[in-house]
């Protein structure tokens, strides 16, 4: 009888999936508790009660009501924020100019390297390691628009005339990119190298026998195998770029008349400077809307792919035979 | 085995959290009063200083425990300080900013405390202002300042702008009396056409651009161009942007033409930092500032105070002069305790700025001269937040004793500050000026295609409808 009224626990239930995946894991489960309820304060909390408060009237950082998507019509009023935006994207312009083709290049180079090796890497690697907000400061004080502060003495020493750098508009953004690559591009000429030296050294004698100069060399063996770390790292560059915020606040603290602001700055201005955690709350939301649209790229284009590389090889020594 | 390891270790570490929690709020049984003022480490002899304030204030209330908790007001900062219950008891600002933190709710209402102690009728009627809402007051003002022009002497007797008297000092006035430095906009022009002239990678004047402090400067330069106010109150009491006034053109066509002339230091995103930097750095002869900073290319740069002298802001005009008249306060957190308020307000008298004469008061404003003397610091006259009569007369008293600067380079401001002196404009003063600042940012960079009326047209619209209509 007893038997008959005990119902048979429902297995395709989320609740007994739950219990059992607990069950089967208990001690790694409280293992990772801590770890949770850190990221479940420091991270999680945060970040959804930012997704509320960019719906809400704020009063400091605390919402006093819903306000629907009041805020969001601000942000998309305000003149500063299609300045940010439309900067944002000159940010990741120039980011591929100088910040993306860099690295690459010095990495070749660097792979080339037959001597004094560690030296050249180390010297690379260097500015890494270095703080990031030391290095825009020395940056800006290098930038010093002074006739006699440094870079214009050394301009004038060649012949050029002096400038006016940061306080140059059409300047100011690919000049804070500068920066950004001297400091990091050590880091993402590592994982080049690491990529490049992975080649299978017989493919480029196989090539020099074929008759393949040095360019054809880079074109038709390194680049192919190196695409899938070039493509990964493209989109990530573009990703952290867009997040770009302490070296325009400290550089030109988003100026000259908002020729540097940037998304992220301007979110900052909002709660910091206006008061408006709103305003700021709701320019972070469009942000991560943008980031996790170029975050879905990403993943689509980090697929794994077929081996391109013998494909590639396989026409340019069909190529060269004929 | 293994599964109990990690269980144990998990227990552990959530264990460690919980304490550390807990930990954080255990305390002794005194009050503890936390000092937002107080100095940076670096500053041996400042700290010294407060050490013996701290001393002498807990042996005589032993309930209180003084903290140090120092606190540099910033706008970046005060929100998630204020939010997350972080600031210290007692912490200064700037005179802009109490509107904002009492609408905020993050500063106390002090009116009791200081009515109980009898300050309250003796503070400046201009300061008690600034830091009152609906009668009620916010805030203890430390000092006020007057903005005005900072010049290098050395370098303007070089170029012959002032002489020298027979003991050797620099001569500011011709024989008639009348000042031999600049007065108007167009002298401070001349003077910086010398200055270019007379010496390689050095301008006349330095313009602030960034974080606000070019609209800080900007708008008592547009005042003294004629701009009547930027501000206009209607006969309905409603609020008027006025920052495209023909004066406020006037003043920024001055700038634009002094940046394309190449006489201000050539950088568009310039800060507060910067004007005592470039000046102390002889990067400039001259740069506009308040008058409680004069001390700053001393202090940072080893300037020669001797060769410092702070003068009236010129007009623009010929006949609007005025000197934007702003100042210090020290305001408490909403979330501190009536004990706590207290305790920090007398602690402001053991720091020498209470209006008390007793010997505590007098001896705590000479310790800080004398630390200031020691330092090398120029000790000129203080713009004082109190008005009775006993305490003027016992700190100027001291004052006198301890001046250590050549007070014919100061006298002419002080003098004409009781009749120049202005204060900031009414309503969103920071939004204002951040404004005011993308302007003059946008006419140093695009020095020879800015239009001035354009830039401040622009400016006007978005302060009305951003700011000023919240106000109506």
């Given amino acids: ?125 260097f500015p890494s390691i270095v703080s990031g907000m030391a290095v825009v400061i ?30 140059d508009p059409d300047l100011t953004i690919p000049l804070i990119v500068v920066t950004m690559t001297w400091r990091g591009a050590g880091g993402t000429v590592l994982v080049y190298l690491s990529a490049l030296q992975n080649i299978d050294n017989s493919q480029y004698e196989a090539a020099r026998m074929d008759g393949a100069g040095a360019l054809a060399r880079i074109w038709h063996v390194t680049l192919p195998h190196i695409r899938q770390t070039i493509r990964m790292l493209f989109i990530l560059q573009i990703i952290s770029v867009f997040q770009v915020f302490y070296e325009p606040l400290v550089m030109t603290s988003g100026g000259p008349d908002g020729a540097s602001v940037s998304l992220l700055l301007l979110s900052y201005q909002y709660a910091f400077q206006s008061f408006d955690a709103g305003a700021s709350a709701a320019t972070g939301v469009i942000l991560a809307v943008i980031i996790i649209a170029l975050t879905i790229v990403y993943l689509r284009l980090s697929r794994p792919k077929k081996n391109t590389v013998s494909r590639k090889w396989r026409k340019y020594a069909k190529k060269t035979a004929q | 085995m293994k599964r109990w390891l990690c269980a144990a270790t998990s227990a552990l570490l959530g264990g460690a959290i919980l304490f550390s929690a807990a930990a954080c709020g255990k305390g002794d049984d005194k009050i503890k009063v936390s000092i937002g003022m107080w100095p940076d480490p670096t500053l041996t002899q400042d700290v010294k200083m407060y050490k013996q304030w701290e001393a002498a204030f807990e042996a005589d209330y032993p309930e209180y425990d003084i903290v140090a908790d120092r606190y540099e007001y910033s706008a970046d900062t005060i929100t998630a300080k204020a939010t997350s219950r972080q600031l210290p008891t007692v912490f200064q600002t700037y005179f802009t900013e109490p509107q904002k933190l009492i609408s905020n709710g993050w500063i106390a209402d002090v009116t009791d405390e200081l009515e109980e102690l009898g300050w309250l009728d003796k503070i400046d009627a201009n300061m008690r202002e600034a830091v009152s809402k609906d009668g009620r007051c916010y805030g203890v003002p430390r000092d006020g300042y007057g903005m005005g022009l900072l010049l290098n002497l050395e370098m303007l007797y070089d170029v012959g702008v002032i002489g020298k008297n027979g003991d050797g000092t620099y001569a500011l006035y011709d024989e008639e009396g009348k000042p031999l430095y600049p007065t108007t906009f167009d002298e401070v022009r001349e003077v910086s056409e010398l200055i270019v002239e007379s010496y390689d990678n050095t301008y006349g004047l330095v313009i602030l651009s960034a974080n606000n402090n070019g609209g800080w400067q900007f708008s008592n330069m547009a005042w003294n161009f004629g701009c009547e106010a930027m501000q206009l109150k209607g006969a309905d009491g409603k609020y008027t942007a006025n920052l495209n006034d023909a004066g406020a053109v006037k003043a920024l066509e001055w700038i634009r ?22 000046f102390g750095s002889r990067n400039v002869a001259m740069a506009f500032c308040g008058s409680d900073s004069i001390m700053l290319p001393v202090t940072n740069f080893g300037f020669d105070k001797d060769k410092i ?64 003397k020691s330092k090398g610091m120029p000790i000129i006259p203080t713009i004082r937040p109190w008005t009775n009569a006993e305490y003027l007369a016992a700190a100027n008293a001291l004052d006198e004793q301890y001046i250590n600067v050549n007070l014919a380079y100061y006298d002419d401001f002080f003098d004409t500050l009781p009749e120049m002196k202005r204060a900031e404009e009414p309503y969103y003063c920071q939004d204002m000026y951040k404004l005011l600042d993308a302007a003059i940012q946008n006419v140093l960079s695009n020095k020879g295609t800015a239009n001035c009326k354009s830039l401040l047209d622009t400016a006007n619209s978005q302060f009305q409808k951003d700011f000023l209509n919240k106000v109506n």
């Fill in chain 1, 138 to 167: 020395m940056w800006s004080y290098l930038f010093d628009p002074n006739p006699g502060a440094v870079l214009n003495q050394l301009l004038t020493a060649l012949g050029l005339p002096v400038s006016t750098f940061l306080s």
């Fill in chain 2, 257 to 278: 033409d002094m940046a394309v002339d190449e006489l201000i230091y050539p950088d568009a995103s310039l800060t507060y930092a910067d004007w005592y930097a470039k």
């Fill in chain 2, 309 to 372: 002298a702070f003068v009236p802001m010129p007009t623009g005009d010929g006949s609007s002069r005025y000197s934007l008249y702003g100042g210090t306060p020290y305001v408490f957190p909403s979330y501190a305790t009536k004990e706590q308020i207290k305790g920090a307000l007398l602690f402001l008298k053991y720091m020498g700025r209470s209006p008390e004469t007793d010997e505590i008061s007098l001896k705590a404003i000479e310790k800080g001269h004398q630390t200031a």
């Fill in chain 1, 1 to 125: 009888m007893k038997q008959a009224n005990a119902l048979p626990e429902d297995r395709s239930s989320l609740a007994y999936k739950a219990k059992r995946l607990f069950k089967r894991n208990w001690s790694g489960w409280l293992l990772m508790l801590p770890g949770l309820l850190l990221f479940l304060f420091f991270v999680w909390a945060p970040l959804a009660e930012n997704v509320l408060l960019s719906f809400s009237e704020t009063k400091g950082f605390e919402s006093v009501g819903f306000n629907n998507f009041e805020n969001y019509v601000r942000v998309f009023h305000d003149p500063m924020f299609t300045k940010a935006l439309v900067n944002t994207f000159k940010y990741i312009f120039w980011s591929i100019i100088i910040g993306f083709l860099v690295p690459i290049v010095l990495g070749l180079l660097l792979s080339e390297a037959v001597h004094f090796k560690p030296f050249f890497r180390l010297g690379i690697y």
